[in-house]
């Protein structure tokens, strides 16, 4: 398994990103995959999961009606839009296979939301 994250970055607040996950060694399409965060200092977090379906979404109280996970099934990708970042999505964030990050993770991607 191997899952590589891009995308982050420095945002001011108010602002957005993307950040992109490609997956490899296993049979992306039909797999649950998420979205996980950890900031500094701080225990792991999950963010987001997605169903194998594409459609089938959870997300965190604390980026509900912010971020959308998505996936391409075809590209093996996966994806999170983040939009109306807040100093406290300040994070890596990683994507994993498997619902709530259970299994494995990618290297991750650092996001630093500030003015």
């Known amino acids: 398994v191997q899952l590589v994250e891009s995308g982050g970055g420095l945002v001011q607040p108010g602002g957005s990103l993307r950040l992109s996950c490609k997956a490899s060694g296993f049979t992306f399409s039909n797999t649950e995959m998420s979205w996980v965060r950890q900031a500094p200092g701080k225990a792991q977090e999950w963010v987001a999961d997605?169903?194998?379906?594409?459609?089938?979404?959870y997300y965190a109280d604390s980026v509900k009606g912010r971020f959308r996970i998505s996936r391409d099934d075809a590209e093996n990708m996966l994806y999170l839009q983040m939009n109306s970042l807040k100093p406290e999505d300040t994070a890596v964030y990683y994507c994993?296979?498997?619902?709530?990050?259970?299994?494995?993770r990618g290297q991750g991607t650092q996001v630093t939301v500030s003015s």
């Open positions: 997605i169903y194998g379906n594409g459609w089938l979404t």
């Open positions: 994993a296979r498997g619902l709530q990050g259970i299994y494995e």
